[in-house]
Each structure stands twice: as C-alpha cells, then as structure tokens.
C-alpha cells in the first residue's frame, strides 16, 4: 500500500521560511518523480514543483521560482519543499505526489499516489 506522509508546515510570518517534507512508503520510491502541488480555499489544486527520479532534473511553477526547492533523498525514500519569502498568497494545504514519469507532468490528475496534505499559513 503506497503511504505519502506531508509534514512541516504550519503559521509563520511574510518573508519566514518553511521546509515540508514526504516520506513515501510501499512504493519503489527511486523509481518516481514526485511534485508538490497546492491548494487555496476555493480554488483548484495547482503545481508547485517536480522533480525527476534521480534529483537532477527540477522544475518550479513561475508564482515559486527562486524562492522554493525541491529536492529528494532516495536514501531515505524523502522528498522535501524548501520555501523561503514566502508570502501570504503561498497559503494553502499543500500536497506530495507520485508519478512514474520521465517526461515533465504538472498536471495533478497525471499523479498516481497523494498524501493527505500540510496546512501553510503565511500571515502578512
């Protein structure tokens, strides 16, 4: 059974930082791309960012280039968000998921596997 866990987010203040992680189980977890994807009260689910298999190869929604990471630890079968200046138009629950793809995919019902979300809440 594939487990995607969400967990780091929380309230923190315009310009603050956060770093969410995903810890994926029951899925040969090298194997996948994973993206973070987000979403607002009233509004659709959106990409946020991807990464290939390996960690070379990322791609960033323009609304969080140069402000989020993306990385992953096949080792510890990790994926992490790394958000810095985050503003308050950032706040959202915000989602991992997995999908068996070499190619770019940002569209959320090309994923296979979710986690159940983490609360962001920037304030201003």
């Known amino acids: 059974q594939v487990q995607l866990v969400e967990s780091g987010g929380g309230l923190v203040q315009a310009g603050g930082s956060l770093r969410l992680s995903c810890a994926a189980s029951?899925?040969?977890?090298?194997?996948?791309?994973m993206g973070w994807f987000r979403q607002a009260p009233g509004k659709e689910r959106e990409f946020v960012a991807r990464?290939?298999?390996?960690?070379?190869?990322?791609y960033y929604a323009d609304s969080v280039k140069g402000r989020f990471t993306i990385s992953r630890d096949n080792a510890k079968n990790t994926v992490y968000l790394q958000m810095n200046s985050l503003k308050p138009e950032d706040t959202a629950v915000y989602y991992c998921?997995?999908?068996?793809?070499?190619?770019?995919?940002?569209?959320?019902?090309?994923?296979?596997?979710w986690g159940q979300g983490t609360q962001v809440t920037v304030s201003s």
């Open positions: 998921a997995a999908v068996r793809a070499l190619s770019i995919v940002v569209r959320p019902g090309a994923y296979d596997n």
């Open positions: 029951g899925l040969a977890f090298s194997l996948y791309a």
């Open positions: 990464i290939n298999w390996s960690g070379g190869s990322t």
